[in-house]
């Protein structure tokens, strides 16, 4: 059973930063990626950042520049370094491993940017 839990959301201001971590445990023989997506209040999930087995990044336009991916593989944890944080990034923001059998979810952290 893979299971995934993100930690690190909260309330910040705008102009703020939050690291939000997720940490995956159980038997994972392969990754394709691992990715953050967001749902913000009353709108579809979407994908905010990716990174590929060998490393390779992606970034919804909304976040490039002010949003930084990245992985401990020893670990299985994958990070989103959240900088610059506008009232628009308040969402629920999910983690999601994708795998050749199959792709898992974290419960999701709420993020809140307000002042």
């Known amino acids: 059973q893979v299971q995934l839990v993100e930690s690190g959301g909260g309330l910040v201001q705008p102009g703020g930063s939050l690291r939000l971590s997720c940490a995956a445990s159980?038997?994972?023989?392969?990754?394709?990626?691992m990715n953050w997506f967001r749902q913000p209040p009353g709108k579809q999930r979407e994908l905010v950042a990716t990174?590929?087995?060998?490393?390779?990044?992606g970034y919804a336009d909304s976040v490039k520049d002010r949003f930084t991916i990245s992985r401990d593989s020893a670990k299985n944890t994958v990070y989103l370094q959240m900088n610059s944080l506008k009232p628009e990034d308040t969402a629920v923001y999910y983690c999601?491993?994708?795998?050749?059998?199959?792709?898992?979810w974290g419960q999701g952290t709420q993020v809140t940017v307000s002042s």
């Open positions: 990174i590929t087995s060998v490393g390779a990044r």
């Open positions: 159980g038997i994972i023989s392969s990754i394709n990626a």
């Open positions: 999601n491993l994708d795998t050749p059998v199959a792709r898992y």
